[in-house]
């Protein structure tokens, strides 16, 4: 009898680790490692979400006729030590992690390796397209990943006579404040309730309301629910934020991808199917399946090709702790309490608050990159190494030097304004740099550019923002600004 070991972002009967296997043949292993859950300060509904996946995972195959043997081991070694023991397996096999280090760990505890198909495209394919390329442009892997597998195509050209509609999907917040298709909620169930009570005490945030799907079946009823009522909206304010709204047109999917609770193939076709159908426009259908086979598969193929010095990048020297904000929550900065309060209410964010709110305040205050990752990966029910890296460490911070974007996402408070109705009751003004109501983004965006002047020199891209900020005429009150902001936000006052 060999053993399948079955990792907790692997839940999915379609796992080539169990491809072919019979209830004969296989004894079915899951651990769930005390050292991995109290690593971090995570948030409840991330840690909830994962282990009560995993536990229905392993009740579905029990249901299958497999044997499993579930373990609450101190670590993954001694769970497998221990299940070994017991069980003298022929051979231990598990598919691929979705981390690197994870990878190494297997090969020492002498586990074979079958290959990943939780992606579209493996990451030694994509490290194969990668190869020679002098820039790796996401807009170049997406349509080679549009081709390669048939999605929105209509014989050799793209449906709708363009391969990307992103033009149509940067509208401001609509004016009548609009709101959006209400997540689907489960009911609670007593396993629910009892992995509620066993949580850490070092976990954080509101407890689970249902809102994250803990098994396939109620995940596929989330990917009906999108494609029904979210797609048709999803789109044109793809980057706009409104107080209150804290899923706006997202989808919420990325937790069910991420643990294998749903396959990018098949949200895919669910999307396709409904804009064949008419039922949801092309710009629409086409800006999310650009997200699941375009940028996920690409931050996927990155995180491989650049591994592991990618972990370690810095290139602003960013060294700041994470500043007290993020774990308190309590500001006076509406568009950061609004982003903080969804995180902790949700354990969610959307990609701009993310980016241009939370990332855009840690850029600006020079926080570690390491510290923002952790951050980041414990506090969202989506977290992990392999998407956090490039979109923490490359798109938000800049920390890999513009391997993956080609200039810091630094924006100032008129961007916010732009994108959201946070500022209208905000005690700052967005366009004030200097003074009492000064824009804590706005002062930070120019001292940005005015202390990383020499560094962002030679990108091309940043020519314009550096010139403005020479010009300006009062940068001895924004540097004198930009220290007091940053003291107050150091010490949790702002
Ligand atoms: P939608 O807007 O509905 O998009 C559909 C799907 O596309 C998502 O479910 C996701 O699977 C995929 N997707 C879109 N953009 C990206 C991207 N840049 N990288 C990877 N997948 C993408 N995503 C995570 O899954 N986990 C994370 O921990 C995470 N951290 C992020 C941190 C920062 C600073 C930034 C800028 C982005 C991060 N992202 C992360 C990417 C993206 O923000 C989330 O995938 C998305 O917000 C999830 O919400 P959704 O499912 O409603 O997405
Ligand atoms: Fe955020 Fe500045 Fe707008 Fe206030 S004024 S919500 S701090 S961007």
Redesign the pocket.
Known sequence: MDTVWVLGDQLNRRITSLEGRSTDDTRVLLIESRAKISSKPFHRQRLHLVLTAMRRFADELRNLGFEVDYRQAEDFAKGLADHRQEFSPGRVIAMEPMSYRMLDRLAELDVEITRSNQFLCHYEDFAEWADGRKRLVMEDFYRMQRERLGFLMDGDGPAGGAWNFDADNREPPPKDARSWPEPVRSRLDDLDEEIIDSLPENAFGADPDGTWATSRRAALARLRHVVENVLPV?GPH?DAMLAGEW?MA??????Y??LGLLYPDEVCEAAEDAYRAGNVPIASAEG?IR??IG??EY?WGVYWLWMPAYADSNELRATRSLLPVFRTGDTEMRCVSECLSSVREHG????IQ??MV??NLALLTGVAPAEMVDW??AS?V???EW??L???LG??LYADGGKMATKPYAAGGNYINKMSDYCGDCRFKPGNRVGDDACPFTTLYWNFLDSNDERLSDNHRMARQLAASKRLGDLDAVRQKAYEVLERLVEGQL
Not at 348 to 351: E, L, P, S, T
């Open positions: 999803f793809e899923s997202h989808s919420l999917l990325s937790p991808l991420n999310f997200q699941i940028w996920r931050v969610y964010a959307h990609h993310r980016l939370l990332g980041m990966w969202f989506d977290g992990a998407v956090m490039p979109n923490v798109m938000s």
